[in-house]
């Protein structure tokens, strides 16, 4: 297994645009995270989904953020509009444990600058 | 321990010293506990777990300790080498509404010199 792909990768945006980041959670995994990583703040759970239903977006900062989950095997973040104190590293993770939680395996993230 | 502000708290080794990397957790009904490490540019990766109802688990190198009376959580890791450098996190894990959902920790780095 490939693990847990995020794209892209790295993106440059400025205030005011819209910014899309990309999730595929392991094959057979029925939980998925999303988190923001940022030196302040360190790792920060944004959302959590269990069979592809949004359980906790408590701490969802804002209406500007939204996360769906289509189908097991893709997720959106959206940020609309983004802000400079948007920039950190997003994460995505998946797991294999019906209530979530547990051993969680995370993708490489995604680097937001919001210009 | 956990740090607080902008610098995370760092431990420098020498190679084939043993580490200690400490962690305050905050919910005393946790009940289930991660340890993670996360190399530069990458995600945290799962390095060992213990649960509530044991004090000790030992993997390959690495243990963890649980004092849940004070509710401090520890990674030992022996013999540490240059691919030990990485930032680790502590994960608690609290139910929410019948789900299980981590808390990290701030973190702490540690570097390897060898």
């Known amino acids: 297994d490939a693990g847990v792909i995020q794209s892209p990768r790295h993106e440059v945006t400025e205030m005011g645009q819209e910014v899309t980041l990309r999730c595929k959670p392991i094959?057979?995994?029925?939980?998925l995270f999303w988190y923001r990583q940022t030196m302040m703040r360190g790792l920060e759970l944004l959302i959590y989904f269990n069979n592809n239903v949004p359980i906790d977006d408590s701490g969802m900062p804002e209406d500007r953020f939204s996360a769906k989950m289509p189908n097991a095997s893709f997720s959106t973040l959206k940020i609309q509009p983004s802000e400079p104190r948007d920039s950190a590293v997003y994460f995505c993770a998946s797991s294999p444990m019906g209530r979530g939680g547990e051993k969680l395996f995370f993708g490489s993230g995604t680097q937001l600058s919001v210009l | 321990g956990e740090s607080v502000g902008l610098h995370l708290p760092t431990l420098s080794v020498q190679e084939g010293d043993n580490s200690i990397i400490n962690c305050a957790y905050s919910?005393?009904?946790?009940?289930?506990f991660i340890w993670y490490k996360q190399e530069s540019g990458k995600g945290p990766q799962f390095i060992i777990d213990?649960?509530?109802?044991?004090d000790k688990r030992q993997g390959q190198r690495v243990t963890v300790l649980l004092n849940k009376t004070v509710k401090h959580l520890s990674l030992q890791i022996a013999a540490t080498q240059p691919g030990d450098s990485a930032v680790y996190f502590c994960?608690?894990?609290?139910?929410?509404?019948?789900?299980?959902?981590?808390?990290f920790g701030r973190g702490t780095s540690l570097i390897v010199h060898p």
């Open positions: 094959s057979g995994h029925n939980s």
């Open positions: 213990i649960r509530s109802n044991m």
């Open positions: 994960a608690e894990t609290r139910s929410s509404g019948g789900s299980y959902i981590p808390t």
């Open positions: 919910n005393s009904a946790s009940d289930y």
